[in-house]
């Protein structure tokens, strides 16, 4: 494990500007991305050790931090251009 946090910011470094804008102009999207955060900090907090959890809450956590960034992805994608 790497121990980094995977911001959005830096899993979608092209899509900064538009994910700032959503934020502001879509309520669904700013609770997907507070969400992602969320989930994201917890997950650090597990593997760095400041907050242990057991193993499967900690792969339940990443199967919903990867489903967040789909959903995400996806309405980036729907955005664009």
């Known amino acids: 494990m790497s121990h980094v ?3 959005l910011h830096e899993e979608f470094p092209e899509a900064a500007e538009r ?4 934020r502001k ?3 669904h999207f700013a609770k997907l991305a507070d969400r992602y955060h969320e989930v ?3 997950i ?3 593997e760095t050790n400041v ?3 057991a193993e499967e809450h ?11 960034k789909d959903e995400i992805a996806g309405m980036l994608s ?4």
């Open 5 to 7: 946090p995977h911001e």
């Open 19 to 22: 994910m700032s804008e959503l």
């Open 25 to 27: 102009t879509d309520a």
């Open 40 to 42: 994201n900090r917890a």
């Open 44 to 46: 650090h907090r597990a």
């Open 51 to 53: 907050e242990p959890c």
């Open 58 to 68: 900690e792969h339940e956590m990443r199967r919903e931090r990867m489903r967040l």
């Open 78 to 81: 729907k955005t664009a251009g």
